[in-house]
């Protein structure tokens, strides 16, 4: 696997903690563990390296994200608001996960999943790591999958 477990760990405290200002944990946690209502973003990642980032939460942990992203502070945000910052999230970590690897990739648009009853499989997967977190008690996960190489 290319990135590593502290990589990915170091990628998201820093947004968490620096840009959005939650307390944040480590967690030994897995996406399978997740329970209730979620919302999940995949980013995909194209180039010299392949792969995906999933970022998995209780819709908690993204209504607090989307909070403060939109200032609102306990204030209403709307399911629009909390796809759109659980994209925006998972874009970021994406981005910074990329300029880790080498050659040139680009990532894509992000795609937004809700619910509880859900599984996501890749069936191209080389390599996958899932790094658990709380945010403010609340779960998270964030999955990076190595995709096998096209050549």
């Given at each position: ?8 760990r ?49 819709r ?83 999955t ?8």
């Amino acid at each position: 696997m290319t990135i590593s477990e502290r990589q990915v760990r170091e990628a998201v405290r820093a947004i968490w903690t620096v840009q959005l200002g939650l307390e944040i944990a480590d967690a030994v946690l897995t996406a399978d563990e997740l329970q209730g209502d979620t919302v999940t973003a995949a980013v995909h990642i194209h180039g010299d390296f392949t792969g995906s980032v999933l970022l998995r939460g209780s819709r908690a942990v993204v209504r607090r994200a989307a909070e403060v992203m939109f200032a609102t502070r306990g204030g209403p945000v709307t399911d629009d608001d909390q796809r759109d910052v659980a994209g925006e999230l998972a874009n970021v970590i994406a981005g910074n996960l990329k300029a880790l690897v080498p050659g040139h990739s680009s990532i894509s648009l992000p795609t937004i999943i809700e619910g509880s009853a859900y599984s996501v499989h890749s069936l191209d997967a080389s390599a996958s790591r899932e790094v658990g977190f709380t945010v403010d008690g609340e779960p998270m996960v964030v999955t990076v999958v190595e995709h096998k190489s096209n050549s």
